[in-house]
């Protein structure tokens, strides 16, 4: 059975900076692309970030890109996701998300954590 554990949301002042993880279990992490996402109240979910198996390429969303990194370490089935500068217009429930390939779209992927609460107060 496939796991996805997120951790490391909470509530940041804007400008702060927060990181996530996620912890897989019962996949093939290495030959997994991994992804984060995120859905705001009354919103659609949205793509944020994406890392190739290897971790060489990287795709972000044009809002967070120079702001976000995301990382992952395969000897530890751990995909990160660094934030800086938070803006209140990031406060979501951020989601990470495995795939067999690599994408942008929720489509794309094929097994998704339950989420966590980023909070930044406007």
């Known amino acids: 059975q496939v796991q996805l554990l997120e951790s490391g949301g909470g509530s940041m002042q804007a400008g702060g900076s927060l990181r996530l993880s996620c912890t897989a279990s019962?996949?093939?992490?290495?030959?997994?692309?991994m992804g984060w996402f995120r859905q705001a109240p009354g919103k659609e979910r949205d793509f944020v970030a994406a890392?190739?198996?290897?971790?060489?390429?990287?795709y972000y969303v044009d809002s967070v890109r120079g702001r976000f990194t995301i990382s992952r370490d395969n000897a530890k089935n751990t995909v990160y996701l660094q934030m800086k500068s938070l803006k209140p217009e990031d406060t979501a429930v951020y989601y990470c998300?495995?795939?067999?390939?690599?994408?942008?779209?929720?489509?794309?992927?094929?097994?998704w954590g339950k989420g966590t609460l980023v909070t930044v107060p406007s």
């Open positions: 019962g996949l093939a992490f290495s030959r997994s692309a």
């Open positions: 890392i190739t198996f290897s971790g060489d390429h990287a």
């Open positions: 998300a495995a795939g067999r390939r690599i994408g942008t779209t929720a489509n794309d992927m094929n097994y």
